[in-house]
């Protein structure tokens, strides 16, 4: 265990505010982004994330000493946005691009030519099974190691290497599809009447 995640969760246990502030700081940007693909409505995904803080709040003073931080929340996010989803508030809906920096060296048609790319991944990604969502964007989009990342989602490390490996193959297939849907929409714009 990294040593000031190991500090950080004293600090939790013993109930210091600062440490709370420290936890959200360091591993609220990875959740909202856990989230915000793991939910079909930007509302939900919002609200799941307040309810994951409000968790570790809750939880914060019974936590084990040697609590792996980031996978408990996690945990609790993934769980939480898998009772919403059983639950009759979430109605799939498709999904949307992520706000991009735009690059200012990148000329015009690259900028367009980037968001179009990014915008069809995240479509891709939004239409993939949840199963093959949760492992592509905890490993690849959030960069959590495939040992938390098979704690997570309660797979054993093998059980997760072949999830990655179909989610990829899924994710490139969809993908794809979705170009060659959009080149022929935009050549038929471009022979329109």
């Known amino acids: 265990m990294d040593p ?6 004293h600090g939790l246990r013993s109930g210091h505010a600062a440490a709370f502030g420290q936890a959200h700081q360091r591993f609220g940007p990875r959740i909202w982004s856990f989230l915000s693909r793991m939910c079909p409505r930007r509302d939900i995904a919002e609200d799941i994330y307040q309810e994951t803080w409000i968790k570790l709040a809750v939880h914060a003073p019974r936590l084990l000493p040697d609590t792996d931080l980031p996978a408990w929340l996690y945990t609790v996010a993934r769980n939480l946005a898998r009772s919403e989803r059983r639950s009759a508030r979430a109605k799939p809906t498709t999904g949307t691009p992520s706000d991009l920096v735009r690059d200012t060296s990148a000329s015009p048609f690259d900028w367009a030519l980037a968001n179009e790319t990014q915008g069809l991944l995240e479509q891709a990604l939004a239409e993939l099974p949840l199963p093959f969502r949760e492992v592509l964007v905890l490993v690849v989009v959030d960069g959590v190691d495939h040992e938390r990342a098979a704690a997570i989602l ?31 929409a935009r050549a038929i714009q471009r022979s329109g009447p």
């Open 154 to 184: 309660e797979l054993s490390p093998d059980a997760l290497r072949q999830r990655l490996a179909r989610a990829r193959a899924k994710l490139a297939e969809r993908h794809e599809a979705l170009a060659r849907a959009s080149a022929s």
């Open 4 to 9: 000031e995640d190991r500090a950080l969760v």
